[in-house]
């Protein structure tokens, strides 16, 4: 149970937690007014399709997909926050599955990818609200929903894509019509790979943000 010496510490904690479930369960069920209430005006999304995108360009975006029959959806599992001394600023971790349906020649397929939600979220004029919203991606899988079905894929194509999200990628970009971005911060286990580097630039950002400082995420 995390412990607060003051009352605005704990209201900041528990704002957070129950705002980082709005872009997950809002979006999901398609309630877009409850996405959008737990941004501060201006803020950023950043995700393997979208790039860099204010969020409420995301939630166009998102609204497109799924007018053209993409099917996202999310597990949320376990949290952390942490937030500043003076209860100004806080980071969210977010462990959770990111599954999306795709048919790739023919095939339904699953792809599920297990990351990291990391929101940076700041009380300003009174209110919390998320600045930015980024990703660490992990690992991610194939899944047929026709057990026994075979599924080919270009494996050479496969090979160009990171670790971790590489079924996700693939299948984006199969699909979509869309550029996917190779250099997503991913696991400490890629190490020496540009997901590598930008999953360690990630952990400095959030480190700053709590300290204070003005970073461009």
Same mark, same amino acid.
């Given at each position: 149970?995390? /412990?607060?010496?003051?009352?605005? %510490?704990? $209201?900041?904690?528990?704002?957070? $937690?129950?705002? %980082?479930?709005?872009?997950?369960?809002?979006?999901?069920?398609?309630?877009? &007014?409850?996405?959008?209430?737990?941004?501060? &005006? !201006?803020?950023? $999304?950043?995700?393997?399709?979208?790039?860099?995108? #204010?969020?409420?360009?995301?939630?166009?975006?998102?609204?497109? !997909?799924?007018?053209?029959?993409?099917?996202?959806?999310?597990?949320?599992?376990?949290?952390?926050?942490?937030?500043?001394? &003076?209860?100004?600023?806080?980071?969210? #971790?977010? %462990?959770?599955?990111?599954? @999306?349906?795709?048919?790739?020649? +023919?095939?339904?397929?699953?792809?599920?990818?297990?990351?990291?939600?990391?929101?940076?979220?700041?009380?300003?004029?009174?209110?919390?609200?998320?600045?930015?919203?980024?990703?660490?991606?992990? #690992?991610? #899988?194939?899944?047929?929903? @026709?057990?026994?079905? /075979? *599924?080919? *894929?270009? *494996?050479?194509?496969? %090979?160009?894509?990171?670790?971790?999200?590489? =079924?996700?990628?693939?299948? /984006? &970009?199969?699909?979509? !019509?869309?550029? $996917? *971005?190779?250099?997503?911060?991913?696991?400490?286990?890629?190490? !020496?790979?540009?997901?590598?580097?930008?999953?360690?630039?990630? =952990?400095?950002?959030?480190?700053?943000?709590?300290?204070? +400082?003005?970073?461009?995420?």
């Amino acid at each position: 149970m995390p /412990q607060f010496d003051r009352q605005d %510490k704990l $209201v900041g904690f528990y704002s957070a $937690v129950e705002l %980082k479930d709005g872009p997950v369960i809002g979006g999901d069920a398609c309630e877009w &007014e409850n996405f959008a209430s737990i941004f501060h &005006e !201006g803020a950023f $999304v950043y995700t393997t399709w979208s790039g860099r995108v #204010k969020y409420t360009d995301f939630i166009e975006g998102s609204k497109a !997909g799924m007018d053209k029959g993409a099917f996202i959806m999310h597990r949320c599992h376990g949290t952390t926050t942490d937030i500043d001394p &003076e209860a100004k600023r806080a980071v969210t #971790k977010m %462990k959770a599955t990111i599954t @999306q349906r795709f048919v790739i020649d +023919g095939v339904e397929v699953d792809a599920e990818a297990d990351c990291r939600f990391c929101f940076f979220f700041e009380k300003i004029d009174g209110r919390w609200g998320a600045r930015f919203v980024r990703h660490w991606y992990e #690992k991610d #899988k194939l899944i047929p929903t @026709q057990p026994g079905t /075979q *599924l080919k *894929l270009d *494996l050479e194509k496969l %090979k160009t894509y990171p670790d971790g999200y590489k =079924y996700l990628a693939y299948c /984006q &970009e199969t699909t979509m !019509g869309v550029s $996917v *971005l190779k250099d997503m911060p991913g696991h400490r286990r890629h190490a !020496g790979t540009p997901s590598g580097d930008k999953h360690d630039l990630l =952990y400095r950002l959030a480190k700053e943000w709590l300290e204070g +400082g003005e970073i461009d995420v």
